[in-house]
């Protein structure tokens, strides 16, 4: 691995990084954002950065060019608000094309955090979609229509706090039994456009014993009083041929030292014994159980053990 511990890849955000994050046009998905900083004066001198480990941070990807010598004018790298890791992509805006060529054979495959970076010639077409990105999370809003969605900010900043959501019991979970590969975001956004949603957190596929495969969303409401209100209203609610299955976030049992798991490897929806954290806000839970079941793997801790959440 390089060596990206030094004091120096930590640095102040600068005017730009803050007006990644505001002041913007009303930018709705990945797309437009590109196209607004990626011009076609400056499209020869930039590379697109993919298979990035998800912990990684535009810090690092800056580092990791100009450990090589390169001038680097602009990363762009979008961040989930829930978990605080990357997309596993970042497009990168270098001083002239000669130096983005350089770049492409230099730095094609380089390690980063266990993984290798693969680094090759940006081209405007990688990015094409024309619809919201509803993972950024909306406000409240009267019209169902995700094409009027009032978006929040998105987020090229690495979020903190990023545990906020599970410990104020602000994260709820969204379970269907019938085509999980059809429950989209569109379909959450029309149940659920009347609530001030920060963030969708992720969508997992999984299949139980004897249960046709299924899909769970995790969204974070801005309010612990809309993620109750949404619990009691939505579960067990049919829409568009949808059995809804809604439930606080839990920490499954086997990130808490339980002895037993009444559910599929100790999944979000698993048996819980009397006393348990059914319904409570986690306050008390320490950060690496939170880590261990929100981030996995991607832990930024096992790399950088003087990181904070």
Known sequence: ??????????????????????????????????????????????????????????????????????HVELVLMPFCKSSGLNYAWAVVTLANEKAAQAATQVLNNAPLFGRRVEVRAFELNTFTSSTPYLHWGWAASKDSRSENVILKAHSFQRPTNIFQAVREGRRVGFDTLEAPSSFTTTILYKLLHNYNVMCVAKKILYTRKSVQRRCCIFVDFATREEADQVVQIFNGAKHEGFTLEVSKYQIPLRHLGASWDGGIKGGHRSGRDQGSAVDTNYEYVQEELLAKAILGKDDRKRWVPSHTY
């Open 1 to 70: 691995m390089r060596p990206l511990l030094g004091p120096s890849w930590r640095r102040a955000q600068s005017s730009l990084a803050a007006t990644l994050n505001g002041n913007l046009p009303a930018l709705t998905n990945f797309d437009q954002v590109i196209h607004h900083f990626i011009t076609p004066k400056t499209i020869s001198k930039s590379v697109f950065c993919s298979q990035i480990s998800k912990c990684a941070t535009d810090d690092d990807i800056r580092e990791l060019f100009e450990e090589d010598g390169f």
